[in-house]
């Protein structure tokens, strides 16, 4: 089955770019989404078709994809962003959703 | 606006089953597809089972396989999870999760989740 691979946590001062990575096989081939979490919320979609953002996401989140990585990049980190952040893809091959493990960002 | 609203979650004994409903509105419910996804307690999101708007195309995770059956009831803007054979593994928030118009798209709105604890 097809995995993703997130680092676990990721640190960025405040007013500082993020950036968190999500590796899989040839994952340029495929679309990729991005949800945020906080705690005790559901998830949101902040970044769609690798590049997108839904209405209402501020312009400092984007994200791009290429070869076997896809990176959010979150630019002007406000202490706001502090959250979990997934990704996910849809495997055509097995026809199955996949997500990342998950990456706690800080906002120091 | 676009509301999502699991009910049927509680607690159930090992092999046990429960039935998950998602309420919709604030769309045209039968042009989506719908999921859902669950998390275990400190855990990451994990994709359960997906539904295409006219119920024609369905699937599953590897671990529900054989155990859950998600359906549909266009007419009620409803989505069901029926779980059966339940096991400790089971236990997690279930979020009902609209996808797009095909299936494979992304996950635009979620519920507030119903959470499932499966223990004797």
């Known amino acids: 089955s097809y995995e993703l691979t997130q680092p676990l946590s990721v640190s960025v001062a405040l007013g500082q770019t993020a950036r968190i990575t999500c590796g899989g096989n040839n994952i340029g081939s495929k679309n990729v989404h991005w949800y945020q979490q906080k705690p005790g919320q559901a998830p949101v979609l902040v970044i769609y078709?690798?590049?997108n953002r839904p209405s209402g996401i501020p312009e400092r989140f984007s994200g791009s994809n290429s070869g076997n990585t896809a990176t959010l990049t979150i630019s002007r980190a406000q202490a706001g962003d502090e959250a979990d952040y997934y990704c996910?893809?849809?495997?055509?091959?097995?026809?199955?959703?996949?997500f990342g493990g998950g990456t706690k960002l800080t906002v120091l | 606006e676009v509301q999502l609203v699991e009910s049927g979650g509680g607690l159930v004994k090992p092999g046990g089953s429960l039935r998950l409903s998602c309420a919709a509105s604030g769309f045209t419910f039968s042009s989506y597809s719908m999921n859902w996804v669950r998390q275990a307690p400190g855990k990451g999101l994990e994709w359960v089972s997906s539904?295409?708007?006219?119920?024609?195309?369905?699937y599953y995770a590897d671990s529900v396989k054989g155990r859950f059956t998600i359906s549909r009831d266009n007419a009620k803007n409803s989505l069901y999870l029926q779980m059966n054979s339940l096991r400790a593994e089971d236990t997690a928030v279930y979020y009902c999760?609209?996808?797009?118009?095909?299936?494979?798209?992304?996950?635009?709105?979620w519920g507030q989740g119903t959470l499932v604890t499966v223990s004797s």
């Open positions: 078709r690798d590049s």
């Open positions: 999760a609209r996808g797009g118009l095909r299936l494979g798209e992304p996950f635009d709105y």
């Open positions: 539904i295409s708007s006219s119920s024609s195309y369905i």
């Open positions: 996910q893809v849809w495997d055509s091959s097995t026809a199955q959703g996949v």
